[in-house]
């Protein structure tokens, strides 16, 4: 379970305290004016959603000595739930208000999003997500999305070989050559190529890409292009992307197109806001 994974925690831990800092300068004047009491709040929530952000009560215990509990990531929530108890310091409960609304509002979205997108799918393919991240939160979000139920795709430049439409034009053009020099001097990683059209896709199946992007094509286009890469090669995987929402993801997963994947920003970027409150009893 998360409570071992130190990375997801010092992710929760840099993000929260430099959301803090930001908000407060170390210097929040209004509760210097609030008696320095216990005091009891909660998080409730305005819409459905997933939850995600158990990670945070352990932050908000070890960090700020407020003791808390949530939702489990991953429970689905009504409008009216209490996602978030707490218990601490009324100075410090309304100091860390805005900073932790923030940050589960982000987490929170981007789990709902996921999972409206994987429920699209009707179970022919699976989400994933992409670099288009806030800065910042790549962690965060990217965890977020796992608990919606979508798949992460690389996390950085670092982790595979993507030959996107810039780095074509800068080989001229020249797929197999990007592929072959990419295959040589990185054996140990897929190397995927990103093709806007079904000329595109022949080269990078020719060249032996391990993964074949197709980008901003209309679900015809998609479905030819799926069809002809898993005629040649089925080892080949093959991820839609570019425009990619709800009404497509139907479309595609209605087309019969033998997809493995599709790829979007529409969880990190433009999700559906999920509205919470910060509620503490006097």
């Known amino acids: 379970m998360f409570y071992y994974d130190i990375n997801l925690y010092n992710a929760a831990r840099v993000v929260f305290e430099n959301t803090l800092l930001e908000d407060t300068n170390n210097n929040d004047l209004i509760s210097w004016l609030v008696p320095n009491k216990k005091a009891q709040a909660y998080i409730v929530a305005n819409n459905h959603g997933v939850f995600v952000g158990e990670i945070f009560a352990i932050v908000l215990e070890k960090q700020f000595d407020i003791k808390s509990c949530s939702l489990k990531d991953g429970e689905f929530f009504v409008p009216g739930t209490k996602i978030f108890n707490l218990e601490g310091s009324a100075r410090m409960l309304l100091s860390v208000e805005r900073s932790l609304l923030n940050i589960l509002t982000i987490l929170i979205s981007v789990a709902t999003t996921t999972k409206k997108l994987v429920d699209a799918t009707k179970g022919k393919f699976r989400v994933l997500d992409t670099r288009k991240t806030i800065p910042g939160l790549r962690y965060l979000q990217k965890y977020a999305v796992k608990v919606g139920g979508g798949v992460n ?65 209309n679900v015809e286009e998609i479905k030819r292009a799926s069809e002809y890469i898993k005629s040649v090669n089925p080892e080949i995987i093959v991820e839609a992307s570019g425009n990619i929402d709800e009404e497509k993801i139907r479309e595609i997963a209605e087309s019969g197109a033998p997809i493995d994947f599709v790829s979007t920003s529409k969880m990190t970027m433009k999700y559906d806001v999920v509205d919470i409150s910060f509620v503490i009893e006097g």
């Open 153 to 217: 795709h690389r996390f950085g430049l670092y982790d595979m070989v993507m030959i996107k439409d810039n780095h074509i034009a800068v080989f001229k053009g020249d797929i197999v050559k990007a592929v072959k020099m990419a295959k040589e001097n990185f054996p140990m990683h897929k190397v995927e190529v990103e093709c806007d059209n079904f000329e595109q896709v022949k080269l990078a199946v020719e060249a032996g890409a391990h993964i074949i992007m197709l980008d901003n094509m």
